[in-house]
């Protein structure tokens, strides 16, 4: 990957919020993704304006998320020439777009990442949560590497006065998506066998949820065991090497002979989906929740279709399980400090992406201060 380090050219004014009437400068600090050359700058641009119906938020934290990293190595296609990246938001809003008065400045919310496109045949039904040209925030327009957002003011999620905004920040997807895989997708319910296979950003959140929807036992399954060790503390009964030979005696044993109701694939290889589908009871699913180019293999017709197996895939969440996240947080239901790995200013952004590039100190979840 190029990459240039911009030099901050103009001193841009100090940027600073009294209680109620945000002092907000001409110009802010932005990581910019130019998709001709794959280069990563900092650069100095406009602060936006909201239009009809949109609000700017000052952003608090923004997460770095492994579809970020996507756009930057040509894996994700580029939708615009230029753009802002960061999709996981948690901030304050600062001013009002014409027409909006369902919030108010000072709010502490988390936009939604993606605005339904308005146009396809779903959105035409009034089907939003299914449109099949979602405008991604971080893809199709500016996202929250910087110091402000635009966001269209239906779909933010208010931030309860008692939930942190480091953990806010990671309801955008790193805890929705999950969210949405365990109580939509899977249904996982009380007295489920859950495994999950990939206990890194994703799988953690997975075990915390599955836990939490009351998933007996747990069975997380990784290659690393220091995400093992993490696993076993945020939730899971069990934990076994994904290259235990003996893995199949270890989950037999653990679930008492009866294997796994649900199994999430949050890894997304052929090789982690191949051992959650030998791994099913009878009717039991698995769940894709990573993704990579490579095909499942779901082993023979004979026995695929002898114990009914399911194979579904999971994709996203919708905006209302921010709101229920935000509220399992505020009374104290589930714990995200663990969550926060580390937190890298704006400036550094470079150094915030290469962490997790490299996966320095195995992070569930980067954060960019701006
Ligand atoms: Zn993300
Ligand atoms: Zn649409």
Known sequence: ??????????????????????????????ERFHAATREVTLE????????????????????ICHSDLS???????????VVTQGHEVAGTIVKLGPGVDQWKVGDR???????????????LRGNFAACLRLNLMAFAYDGGWAEYVVS???GCSRIPDN?????????????STPFAAVVRTARVHLGNAVGIWGVGGVGTHLVQLSRLAGGTPIIAVDINDAALERARRLGADYAFRSDDPDLQVRITEATGGRMLDVAFDAVGITATASQAIYNLDTNGQVVTVGMSAQHIDAGSFMEFSLLRKQV??????????IQILTELLSLGRLDLSESVSAIVPLSEIHRGIEMLQEKVGNPIRILVQP
Request: aromatic share 4%; glycine share 10%; charged share 15%.
């Open 1 to 30: 990957m190029g990459r240039t380090e911009a030099v901050r050219t103009n001193m841009k004014e100090c940027v600073a919020v009294s209680s109620e009437v945000p002092v907000i400068g001409t110009t802010m600090l932005a």
């Open 44 to 63: 100095e641009v406009p602060v936006p304006r909201p239009g009809p119906g949109q609000v700017l938020i000052r952003v608090a934290f923004c997460g």
């Open 71 to 81: 756009l930057i190595d040509g894996n994700f296609p580029a939708s615009v020439p």
């Open 109 to 123: 919310v988390i936009p939604s990442a993606g605005a339904a496109c308005l146009r396809c045949r779903n959105c």
């Open 152 to 154: 269209g003011a239906i």
């Open 163 to 175: 939930v942190p905004f480091e953990q806010a920040a990671l309801l955008a997807d790193a805890v």
């Open 312 to 321: 579904k895939g999971h994709l996203g969440y919708q905006v209302q399980d």
